[in-house]
């Protein structure tokens, strides 16, 4: 089960990690750019950390208060629930 979670993680936050490289690329190139909401939507479902990585790596939508605050708010709050569960579980 863990194994199963950890290659999810793994995938979702690569997934968010490439979209940013992706959508910086077509800002850079003026092409169709990929939504915000879907962007916000793959960090919800557990990339925050790879969204948030592409956003320092690549630069990208670091000032928008949406996504400089949001992002890593989404973050805290996983790792937060994430560390509940794990403890109620352990005990």
């Known amino acids: 089960m863990l194994s199963v979670l950890f290659f999810y993680l793994l995938t979702i936050n690569a997934v968010g990690f490439l979209i940013m490289l992706t959508d910086k690329r077509c800002a850079q190139k003026k092409l169709w750019r ?38 890593p708010a989404i973050l805290i709050s996983q790792l937060l629930s994430g560390g509940y569960f794990l403890l109620k579980n352990l005990t």
């Open 34 to 71: 990929i939504p915000e909401a879907t962007l916000f939507t793959v960090a919800i479902l557990g990339g925050s950390m790879g969204v948030l990585l592409g956003m320092r790596v690549f630069r990208h939508k670091t000032r928008k208060p949406k996504f400089y605050l949001g992002i």
